[in-house]
């Protein structure tokens, strides 16, 4: 399967969408799930007569067979395109974030369900975003948005860029859509629990973006000039066997505290530490699926 391809998702509960397609809904309709028994009478439709539950009825009562809609969900990708997300070798975290969100759109266009991408940062850039929309070429045009030219320049950093999650998710706020919120994580964490409560109507997979180069130290000690992807300021350290140490230590903790973030609200983050793996984010689902 080619790093742009689709992958299988369902959804943890039922949804409460009108417009027909794949997932399970909360209203009665003609899907093949079961929800229940009613009264022939409340509902003539003689072809759903269940004979079995009415012979067993102590009121005596006809009942016909009663099933739940199947529904379309819209799918948003939440993408951080800040500066920290332009590092990477030999790809960077925003251009493997784009394969994901490519493959996304593939994979929302064969459900029947419409997607769209919001963006931000600590400019929060609402131009930039695609609304939600049911169309064959909707993943080469997300993917697209999130490389080359056409991005906006990263914001300058006055303030944390997770600022701007806030705002961006404000269109999501109370409404049941699938999310897949994709960033380094690279900002304050106490931004996040309060856009998470945001989202408590909609389905979320935090999508973590780290770079191999972030996670693990030189091997080699000696100087070494580093520069803040965010405030573009250099400094030079000396790599050395309790650096290295310190390192790995600080990756351990910002993933410790991440997950305890994300645990507090039932989630569990899809790490994205390599090229994008469609069959991974299948098994993803299906593992919460169990």
Known sequence: MSASGEFQYRLPRVTGG????SHDASSLGSGQRFAGHARLFDLPDPRRLDLRASLRDVRREWLVRTQLERAAIPLYAVVDISASMRFGVPSTKLERASRLVESMGNSAFRSGDPAGLIVFDAAEPDAFAIPARHSRGIGQLLGSRLRGESLPPAAAPTAPHGAGLKRAIEPLTGKDVLVFLISDFHWPLDLLGPALDALHRASVVPVVVWDPAELEPPAVSGL???MDAETR???????????RERWRLGVTRRREALEAVLSAHDLRPFPLFAEFDPVAMSRYFMDDAR
């Open 18 to 21: 009108h417009r027909p397609g």
């Open 224 to 226: 070494l000039t580093l």
């Open 233 to 243: 300021e250099l400094r030079t350290l000396w790599i050395g066997r309790r650096l």
